[in-house]
């Protein structure tokens, strides 16, 4: 008979001298804790609401700041795989009439205002020798961006194989490809301890990037309001679903999430500085 991995402790006197009787007035210390705890949150909470009255007012044509709306119900945006929020990225890309979400996110200094609209193609799942990329754009100027977009796959380092492939695929000049990969915040940590593994250029982006460059686009560009209208969706789609924001009901204001705060405030602070 195999011996129970707790045998070890049967032969230990271990009997108390007394019995321990607890009173409810013993727990008490841990309601103090508790109360500590939001006391040191108090302060970043209290900015995040002044942030969003904010952008409720700015976001008034759309019904006020998405984080105000509970995205975790709304079914008419697929995103129940990686694959759906590669598509969803695309389409804001492809689908710009001036460039501008593209040129923040991945900071193309070379796409001005004035050759925005010239998007050559975007290729989705362009594959190569037996290897499939996420996401490849070319604009008219020359400059190619290959994006892997990562939602949790903690297998980081194929991003390198795959981004050969595309290059050897595309045979672009190396002054104008651009290599990105897009991950949870979560994920960073585990990408900057392999980032120089390979001799390839590979930039990070977290998914709290796409959530700001959203937010500048819709205060900032001149997009119409049907690619507004998507985008918004999709940024409560974000913070909520990918970020782990909370919903906030907008008459009682209280929030929910305090691991979240940090990334609260800087998508709500970065998003009102226009860069154009």
């Known amino acids: 008979m195999v011996k129970s991995k707790w045998d070890v402790f049967r032969n230990w006197d271990y009997q108390l001298p007394h019995k321990i009787v607890f009173s409810d007035k013993d727990w008490s210390v841990f309601d ?20 969003l009255d904010e952008w409720n007012i700015r976001l008034k044509d759309y019904g006020g700041d998405s984080t105000y709306h509970n995205w975790n119900k ?26 501008f979400f593209s040129r923040i996110l991945f900071k193309l200094g070379g796409l001005t205002k004035g050759n925005a609209l010239a998007l050559d193609f975007a290729d989705r799942e362009p594959s190569y020798e037996e290897c499939r990329g996420d996401l490849v754009v070319k604009w008219k100027n020359g400059i ?3 994006v892997e977009v990562k939602t949790g796959d903690p297998n980081l380092k194929k991003t390198y194989n ?7 695929r595309y045979r672009a000049q190396d002054s104008l490809w651009r290599d990105f990969i897009l991950l949870l915040s979560s994920q960073a940590s585990q990408w900057l301890e392999i980032k120089d593994a390979e001799n390839i ?9 796409v959530a700001i460059s959203i937010r500048k686009s819709l205060l900032f560009s001149a997009e119409p309001v049907s690619w507004k209208a998507w985008a918004y969706s999709f940024l409560g789609a974000i913070e909520q679903k990918l970020l ?9 204001k209280r929030i929910s999430n305090n691991y979240v705060l940090n990334s609260m405030i800087q998508i709500l602070r970065e998003g009102m500085k226009n860069e154009e």
């Open 144 to 146: 190619y961006v290959h």
């Open 32 to 51: 103090q804790l508790i109360e500590k705890s939001e006391k040191c949150y108090e302060k970043e909470k209290i900015e995040i609401i002044d942030l």
């Open 162 to 168: 795959t981004a050969r492939r595309m290059r050897d």
């Open 74 to 99: 709304f079914r008419p945006l697929r995103l129940d795989r990686e694959e759906d929020w590669s598509d969803w990225l695309e389409h804001l890309v492809v689908s710009s009439k001036t460039g």
């Open 244 to 252: 782990g924001h909370p919903y906030i009901d907008v008459e009682k």
């Open 201 to 209: 250029k590979i930039e990070y982006l977290t998914w709290e990037d």
